[in-house]
């Protein structure tokens, strides 16, 4: 996957540090969103914007997605609980996770080493920090700004916080009240959707774009941005920065897919169901071809035409057909995953409104 902090992937520590957390409570805080408060472990340590994975213990329910999810705390260091905001979708891990009951306990595992060029704020308060998010992309956005503004840091910093209407947009009063307080924080929020909300909107509308990055941001060269939400708007913004001659070096990217501790057992059972089925056509066709080299006495060979090898071909070739058919058919199915819909329509906008950018 395409992930800001890949390229220093293979750096990366593998030591991590689990913990068994009980849940102490959760409320809804936008529409489809609700935000979960585990409790802390003792001498638990973490920097803002940082991932754990979060594994659910002897659950009563799973399905192909496993039992893990990779999560951003939209809680900073200093908090004393650790604080998940997410998007629900019909999976069953999201199920047990919203049945779950005041006591009950998730595994959290963390990676000991936040790696050179991760989504944590930088240390060089001479460079303004730009965030560019879009929806649950708040979060780790979330935690470093409170982070920075709990710790005094000087940092100049900008958020284009994206939504498609104001019930959708989890944190913005709270984050409005911290750019009123902060000299150093600048909100732009924008509203794709506003005619769809019940409630009025005044400010920006329409998607993150050069038009409006510069309409506040003096010089786009200078800051470290940090980007995060669909895979779709990230290559978008990405693309935007780079046109516009922002060194990759300066730009951090999250897509919310996770990070990888070991991320292949995420999906070693969907690569486990094709790998079965390529073993599966492998075997019929050695099996054929055992059948007609022994020369099998008790089948009636020319019955089924075996004896003619343009009759193996034609299977061959059947077999393969059938073959990329199931497959085209589960890639499609995760693409059009249910839960994912209601983001269609904003990816296809998203893509729309960048085409002068990145026609290139």
């Known amino acids: ?66 039992n893990s999810r990779f999560f951003t705390m939209a809680s900073t260091p200093q908090e004393p609980d650790l604080v998940f905001a997410m998007r629900m979708r019909d999976t069953a891990f ?8 005041v006591g009950e306990k ?16 930088h240390e060089d308060a001479s460079k303004p920090a730009v965030f560019i998010v ?18 005094k840091l000087p940092h100049k910093m900008f958020l284009f916080y994206s939504n498609r209407r104001l019930e959708d947009a989890p944190y913005l009063n709270e984050l409005k009240n911290l750019a009123r307080q902060t000299p150093t924080l600048k909100l732009i929020a924008t509203m794709t959707k506003p005619e769809k909300s019940a409630q009025a909107w005044q ?49 951090r990217a999250e897509e919310f897919a996770g990070f990888k501790m070991d991320h292949n057992g995420e999906t070693s059972n969907s690569r486990g169901k094709s790998r079965l089925l390529i073993a599966a056509i492998v075997v019929m066709v050695s099996a054929m071809i055992i059948l007609h080299v022994g ?52 990816v296809r906008n998203i893509l729309e409104a960048h085409k002068p950018t990145i026609k290139k």
């Open 134 to 151: 879009g929806g649950i992309g708040i979060v780790p956005a979330c935690s470093m700004i409170k982070d920075a503004i709990q710790r």
């Open 94 to 101: 999201k199920r047990v996770l919203t049945r779950m009951q």
């Open 295 to 346: 020369g099998v006495s008790h089948v009636d060979l020319a019955r089924f035409s075996f004896q003619n090898p343009t009759t193996y071909l034609v299977i061959i070739l059947l077999l393969f057909v059938v073959a990329f058919k199931v497959f085209a058919f589960l890639r499609l199915k995760r693409l059009m995953h249910p839960g994912q819909g209601e983001n269609k329509s904003l």
């Open 106 to 121: 998730v595994l959290i595992e963390i990676l000991l080493e936040s790696p050179h060029g991760s989504f944590v704020l």
């Open 203 to 251: 400010g920006e509308t329409g998607f993150i774009n050069r038009t409006m990055l510069e309409k506040y941001v003096d010089d786009l060269r200078s800051p470290i941005y940090y980007v995060a939400g669909l895979p779709e708007m990230v290559n978008a913004m990405q693309a935007v920065l780079a046109e516009v001659g922002v060194s990759k070096d300066n730009i």
């Open 1 to 66: 996957m395409q992930h800001g902090p890949a390229m220093h992937m293979g750096a990366m520590s593998k030591k991590r540090a689990a913990h068994e957390v009980a849940l102490k409570g959760k409320k809804q805080i936008a529409e489809g969103t609700y935000e979960f408060v585990f409790e802390k472990p003792e001498g638990f340590r973490f920097n803002a914007g940082q991932h754990v994975r979060m594994t659910l213990i002897d659950p009563p329910e799973t399905d192909a997605e496993g």
